[in-house]
Each structure stands twice: as structure tokens, then as C-alpha cells.
């Protein structure tokens, strides 16, 4: 499931309907957990957005991107009984709607409620017929959603790939988003080098992307990437901005597909089972493979406390006061901040410093236990002291959890990495892996010249 399942009319639908309201500062939204209809019912904003209403359909427009809902497919209307979101109920599309700025809300549910198909009843404290499950959709749990309304497809200033336009038509050569599962040809060997024997702890895990090709509408991003990335080590992503390590680190949890016009080949693999097969769930792989983002995204309004157990609430976990109290603690514990904020756990996270915001975010993404971390530059706004403690963070964690980095500081991919993989774009060609292998060969000994001249800083 991905936004780029919301039909859009065609012109013939978008002729003779006039735009009947239009409500700016608003956003495309989607339900995170529980029924819409329910109390506890958690909506997220995605994407903000302008959005209009007409007699045939409903759209959301952010900058160039536009996602449009046919008021003839919906097959119920469900608005939130003391919030501003409306989740339109469609065939396949059942957790996705639009959150519009309270004081139209009225007038926004007035119209929709007015438009809809007469046999079909506006919801409001009964359950959507027909709807997907919420688990099935759910974004990155915590740390893809944000109150900062962040879109998805631009949430990093370095990331390899540009926020996507409007998606243009396919070109022949490029597959369709819903052709995510291709299989390509011809693979790709990735630059020999002999791997160093595992010796990961017991019950660690390590995670296998295999010819992973990736692209924003027509444009190819990656091509038939293949890394093996060891358990109980830390895997540092290197490479100059624009070669594909952000978009590849995203695919590991499958982020990747909810960028509208994004599509995918290729497998990762945990445990040996591919988290893109169609009978697993989105939220059984993002339970498993946590992520932190390069700005810290701490809910500001939650005190640190409830931050930390966010993802709790977000994924329906039911716990005991207890049994918080010592997650919180052992999370923070863990990702160095505990001594820091254990006297003032009821203060809102956003009053922290930015150190200690990225910390904070790490004990949330820590809370459901995750058997990987992947970090997206996690250090890059950070000053050189708290930068050191997040280093000594990460190299504290890779005992419990298999973490995979995104790193322009070769310094720190030295420090704290056991391998490396050098990502490289040229001349306008997909990014690939040049090299891999150990960090310590990497930086001392590496086999491709490229490679050489990027750790020693002649190029990137």
C-alpha cells in the first residue's frame, strides 16, 4: 500500500466540477492505530497539503504533488468525533484521508457529508465497513510521523533523492510502482571481499538487501545493490550526497514505498524471509527493524516519559505501570540519557537540547526492541560533544541490536563501524556499491580506486 494507490480522476471526471471549498493549511492523513470510528483512534498527519473539494472527487495538493480521492468510490466517510481528520473509505485506500485546520471543519465535513452517494451513511462511532487493518499501513511507528508535518519524501535535507514531482508517466524502461516485486536480470556481483567470521551474540540478527533497485517515477535511484549487513556489527553507508544511501537505508524498513511515484525491486531479507512478501505485515517488519532520522523528531507536546513509549500506544501494546516504568528506564538507560532526565521525566521532550532530543529519539526507537537500528545520519545537526555521545551510544547498542548507518563523516564511520559499503552515482547513472568490506580495509587497503580517493577526501 502506498499513496500512489489513490485514484486520480482523469480529465473527463475533472470536467464541469468546480471547486466548491478550498481548505489551505491542511494535510493528507492516515490513520496510524485503531478504528477510525474509536476513541483512541490515532491519526497522522503526512503530508501538509491544500485541499479541495468538487462534485466528483477529493483533492490533496503539496507543492507539485497532488492525491485525489473519487467521491463515486467511497464507500463511507469517517470522521474523527473530536478532531479534525475525515478518512475516506475506498476500495484498498480504506486508512488514508485529510486532517483540515479546525476552524473549517465544520464546513469541510458539511460538504463531504452532503456529496457522498445517499446510500451510504457518513460514520461516526461505528466501524468502516470494509476497511483494511490499520496495522497493515502503519508509517515508521514513531519516527516517520512527526507535528512538524515533515513530508515523507523530503524528510532529509542530504537525502539521495529529491522530493519527487507530480508523477509523470512511466517510461518504458521504468516499472510501475505496483510492479514493486520485479525481479531483475543479469545481477550485479558486488566487489569481492572476504567477509570476517559473524561473532554476534546469540539471538542477533543481520539484515540482506539482495539486487535492490529503486526509482522516483522514471528516474532510476539504485541499481542492483546488494549488501549483506552482519549481525551484532555496525554497518556504516558512505558516499557522496546523491548516490542512494538514504533511499537505500529507507528500503530497509520499507519507507521507501509510501513516497507517491516510488517503486522497487529486488528482496531484504531477515531471517531469511523477505519483509516485502505479500503476507507479511508492514508492522511486524518495522517492529523489527527500527529507524533514526538525521533531525530529532521527539513529539514536543509528550512529556519524555510518554515519548519513549510512544511506539506502545502507536502499535497497541498493553503494559502495566511497572513494566513502563523499568522500559523507560532501561531505554534511556541504554541510549545514554537516563542520568541526564530522570529527575524531570514529566517535561515536555521538546525542552530538551538537540544531543539529547536524538538520544531521546533512539530510546523511543529502542522501546519495542528492534533486532535492527538504521540511523540516517543521525550526528549531521548535532555539536562535537553530544556527537560523541551518540557515537558511544551506538557502539554501547550494537551488542543488543544490529545497526546500520548513513554517515558523510569518515572520521565517524571509522570510529564507529565494523564494515563499510561505498556508495557511488556517477555521471548522472544509478547509485551502486563500488566497494565493501571491513572498515579498517576500507580506509587502509580499499581495492577500487574510487574508493580511495573518496576516504582520503579528494572528491564528496
Not at 492523513?29 to 473539494?53: C, F, M, N, R, Y
Not at 559473524?198 to 529503486?214: K, N
Not at 517503486?263 to 512478501?277: M, P
Not at 541526564?340 to 538537540?354: A, C, F, I, N, T
Request: one cysteine or more.
Amino acid at each position: 500500500m502506498n499513496f500512489e494507490s489513490i485514484k486520480m480522476p482523469t480529465e473527463d471526471q475533472r470536467t464541469d466540477a468546480p471547486g466548491l471549498g478550498v481548505f489551505p493549511d491542511s494535510a493528507v492523513a492516515q490513520l496510524v492505530s485503531g478504528d477510525p470510528a474509536a476513541a483512541d483512534a490515532l491519526v497522522s498527519d503526512v503530508h501538509p497539503a491544500t485541499v479541495t473539494v468538487t462534485r466528483t472527487h477529493v483533492d490533496a495538493t503539496a507543492g507539485d504533488i497532488t492525491w485525489s480521492w473519487l467521491i463515486s468510490d467511497m464507500r463511507a466517510v469517517v470522521h474523527g468525533a473530536d478532531r479534525s481528520w475525515t478518512i475516506f473509505v475506498v476500495p484498498g485506500i480504506s486508512d488514508f484521508g485529510v486532517s483540515i485546520a479546525a476552524e473549517r471543519v465544520e464546513e469541510f465535513r458539511h460538504l463531504i457529508d452532503g456529496l457522498v452517494d445517499p446510500g451510504i451513511r457518513p460514520m461516526r462511532g461505528a466501524s468502516a465497513p470494509g476497511r483494511a487493518g490499520a496495522s497493515d499501513l502503519v508509517p515508521m511507528i514513531v519516527e516517520a510521523t512527526s507535528f512538524s508535518l515533515s513530508p515523507l519524501s523530503s524528510s532529509s535535507s542530504s537525502s539521495s533523492s529529491p522530493p519527487p514531482s507530480s508523477p509523470p508517466p512511466l517510461a518504458p524502461s521504468a516499472p510501475a510502482v505496483k510492479s514493486r516485486r520485479l525481479r531483475t536480470r543479469d545481477r550485479r556481483e558486488p566487489v569481492a571481499m572476504s567477509p570476517e567470521p559473524s561473532t554476534a551474540p546469540v539471538g542477533l540478527t543481520g539484515i540482506d538487501a539482495r539486487d535492490i533497485s529503486a526509482w522516483f517515477g522514471p528516474r532510476q535511484v539504485l541499481d542492483r545493490v546488494s549488501l549483506e549487513m552482519g549481525a551484532g556489527e555496525v554497518t556504516a553507508l558512505i558516499g557522496p550526497s546523491g548516490c542512494g544511501k538514504s533511499t537505500f537505508l529507507r528500503i530497509l524498513n520499507r519507507m521507501h514505498e509510501m513516497i507517491p511515484s516510488a517503486s522497487l525491486a529486488g528482496e531484504v531479507l531477515l531471517d531469511g524471509h523477505d519483509i516485502y512478501d505479500q503476507n507479511r505485515k508492514l508492522t511486524d517488519a518495522r517492529r523489527e527493524i527500527g529507524m533514526v532520522f538525521q533531525k530529532p523528531n521527539p513529539f514536543p507536546a509528550m512529556s519524555i516519559y510518554d515519548n519513549v513509549l510512544a511506539s506502545y500506544r502507536l502499535t497497541g501494546v498493553k503494559a502495566s505501570v511497572s513494566v513502563k516504568d523499568e522500559v523507560v528506564q532501561s531505554c534511556l538507560t541504554k541510549a545514554g540519557l537516563w542520568t541526564e532526565v530522570r529527575d524531570r521525566l514529566r517535561q515536555p521532550g521538546g525542552g530538551l537540547s538537540g544531543g539529547q532530543q536524538q538520544r531521546l529519539c533512539i530510546a523511543r526507537a529502542l522501546a519495542i526492541r528492534p533486532r535492527v537500528l538504521l540511523m540516517d545520519e543521525p550526528c549531521s545537526a548535532l555539536d562535537p560533544t553530544s556527537t560523541r555521545r551518540i557515537e558511544e551510544t551506538v557502539m554501547e547498542l550494537v551488542s543488543e541490536v544490529t545497526i546500520v548507518i548513513v554517515t558523510h563523516n569518515m572520521q565517524q564511520a571509522a570510529r564507529v563501524s565494523n564494515r563499510c559499503a561505498f556508495f557511488l552515482a556517477e555521471q548522472g547513472t544509478p547509485g551502486v556499491i563500488v566497494e565493501h568490506g571491513p572498515t579498517s580495509a576500507m580506509f587502509n587497503s580499499p581495492q577500487d580506486p574510487r574508493t580511495n580517493d573518496y576516504v582520503m577526501g579528494r572528491f564528496g
